[in-house]
């Protein structure tokens, strides 16, 4: 139904303002003095001529998400009663300003060139191949070498495709991307360094995240240790049954993150939560250790997840349930210590804590170290728990990096930014991989000098 | 000494009990009827057991959890198969032929599948939408078959297996590939059980891809599915909740005691060596 006579049908019906400006102005949609009493019916013919001033059209520009997400991220403390109404939005609204003003200073970037990136990109991977192959330029090599290296390639090539198509490939494309403005709808922009420089010096949670995900690896990674390595000397001991035992232990390990978050979510929860009926009693008056003085949760059952100081110290404490991977790695490498190693440090006089010093930790450091390594890779990534359990709150109390990275690139569809934050995190757990290599000096391997 | 034993095991059992303690409580609470509240813990044994509990949440509610079992199972056993198979082929390669820069291509492929991590996910991403498989069973295999660990774990099998054992099947006259197959692999099979349950437990628990790699509630894995259960069944329905996590949790369960013996030998391997 359109055109003049559809439109003044449906106008005097009061289904629909007439887009025709006339029309929307006469008397058949605006009643006028003349207009018969049972037509100035129904109300809405008038309602939307006297809405109009206050409609509020919101923003469509497509970084509006984003930036009153910022505001709203303060919103959280407000509830909490950590800051007053004014001060959460004058905070919200100060970041929030200043990602605008970036956006908008940035409205004009060049278009990112796809045929430099590419040849870029190539040239990367031509360096890698170079730094495989320089080693051997100058062999020469035998006609059988040469078939057995044609032979190899057919074992090889479905891994090495894979790898170059899911790892390697990917890679190079996500390092040129944290240079580039891109929300996979509109073109590319070439942003250069500004990524970079927004995560460390503009993104207020950006420092948020990594000390969330810093505390979080400094305090559970050697806690985990330190556990895992009591629970193998646990089971060390020789007695019957010790497989049974090390299933059990085992067990909390085999739980998936989402798994194991289903259920401590429930173990933390304040009302009836495990956790808390075991503190306090099923009727919550029993004050276990004086711990509800101490957690200073005044005479109320502490909301473990939802209070902004405890929330990441409960996360530390779920982690130190899974330490079950580390613990076999350490038996294994207890139970290779021979005998006689023990035999001849009880000759020598040695107390339990003296073998333990001489001889069980020396040579249970190369597991330890390897415990260490991945222990902290995993740390540095860690972000099941935080989505799942907590969606990063209370108040940004548990948001990692992962959640951060995960937040700016499939929720604001930043890919150039979250590229830029995935670097970021891989170079950081390269060095400390690094670092932690170096220490290996400490480590005592068996056989070496 | 019989005191002392006595001891151990006293405080091994009662450790075993402490870890096991959220296991037991969520299968516990998972057996009592749908929408109870929460137990006391006096009352945690359920008083008439509610089995038909893991009937309602497979076949009978709004969240397709069958649906999620079959996708993780599905997806689970390819990835495992291929896995197997791809990086057997690489460890051998790797393990028992020489060629140019052998050194340095595993390093360099082991170092950025290690380090990798959150870099490679977003392009990866991107490239299965501009495929169009995202919200495919393709995209939820194919990127994850090629595996750093397993060409460690059999490359450091393979380079242990003698090599007389190859030269004298080669003067038989097997081929390359039936060395592989038929004598490198069967000879490798606690290898490749370690592999395959590493690989399974991996894929089964593996969070973050499924969760951007799929869409539509259908092509759901267990572990994705598994974390809208809190909204799913309503916050307050704990039983449900609880059957959906031990639901999740069994088949894990079983891989591990079917293959435990290789199991802590591939943590030992891969830790150790």
Known sequence: ?449 | MRAKALFTYLGLTLLALFLAAPFIWMLLVSLHPSRSPIPELSALLPQNWAWENYGIVLFRTEIPVGRFFFNSLFVSAVVVAAQVLVCGMAGFGFARYAFRGREAVFGLFLASMMFAGAVTQIPVFLMMREWGWLDTYAALIIPGISSAFNVFLLRQFFMAIPQELEEAARLDGASDFHIFARLFMPMARPAVATCAAFSFIAVWTDFFWPLIATQSQDMRTLEVGLSIFRAGYGTTNWPLQMTAAVITLVPVLLVFLALQRHFVRGVTLGGIK
Do not use: C
């Open chain 1, 1 to 449: 139904m359109s055109g003049e006579p559809g439109m003044k049908a449906m106008a005097k019906a009061g289904l629909a303002q007439p887009a025709i400006k006339s029309l929307a102005m006469g008397p058949d949609w605006i009643p006028g003095p003349d207009t018969p009493i049972e037509q100035r019916y129904p109300a809405n013919r008038i309602a939307t001529d006297q809405a109009v001033p206050y409609v509020v059209l919101p923003p469509t520009a497509d970084y509006w998400g984003e930036v009153s997400g910022l505001v709203f991220s303060k919103t959280e403390s407000i509830y909490s009663g950590s800051a007053t109404a004014e001060q959460a939005l004058t905070e919200g609204n100060r970041i929030a300003t200043a990602r605008l003003e970036t956006i908008l200073k940035e409205d004009q970037l060049p278009a990112f060139n796809w045929n430099i990136g590419g040849v870029v990109g190539l040239a990367l991977f031509a360096a890698a191949l170079a730094w495989v192959y320089f080693p051997e330029r100058g062999k020469t090599r035998t006609k059988a070498e040469k078939a057995e290296g044609r032979t190899s390639l057919l074992f090889l090539a479905p891994w090495i495709i894979g790898t170059l198509l899911f790892t390697v490939g990917p890679m190079i494309f996500s390092l040129l991307m944290s240079f580039a403005n891109w929300d996979i709808i509109q073109p590319a922009e070439w942003r250069g360094m500004g990524n970079y420089q927004e995560a460390v010096a503009q993104d207020a949670r950006f420092w948020q995240t990594v000390k969330v995900t810093a505390v979080y690896t400094i305090f559970s990674v050697p806690l985990g240790l330190v556990v895992s390595l009591l629970l193998a000397l646990l089971l060390n001991v020789k007695v019957n049954g010790m497989p049974v035992y090390r299933t059990f232990f085992y067990l909390p390990a085999l739980a998936s993150a989402v798994a194991s978050s289903l259920i401590w979510r429930k173990v933390f929860q304040p009302e009836g939560g495990l956790l808390n009926v075991l503190l306090f009693g099923a009727d919550g008056q029993r004050n276990f250790l004086g711990l509800a003085s101490w957690l200073g949760t005044d005479g109320q059952l502490p909301n473990w997840l939802g209070n902004e100081q405890l929330a990441l110290p409960s996360l530390i404490i779920m982690s130190l349930w899974g330490v079950g991977g580390g613990m076999v790695i350490l038996l294994a490498g207890l139970q290779a210590i021979p005998d006689f190693y023990y035999e001849a440090a009880t000759l020598d006089g040695a107390g339990l804590w003296q073998k333990f010093k001489v001889v069980t930790l020396p040579m249970v450091s190369p597991a330890l170290f390897f415990t260490l390594i991945t222990g902290v890779i995993g740390s540095f990534q860690v972000f099941t728990q935080g989505f799942v359990m907590t969606q990063g709150g209370p108040n940004d109390a548990t948001r990692f990096y992962m959640l951060h990275l995960y937040d700016n690139s499939f929720g604001n569809l930043r890919m150039g930014y979250a590229s830029a934050l995935a670097w970021l995190l891989f170079v950081v757990v390269l060095l400390v991989t690094l670092v932690q290599w170096r220490l290996n000096k400490l480590v005592y391997y068996e056989g070496a000098e």
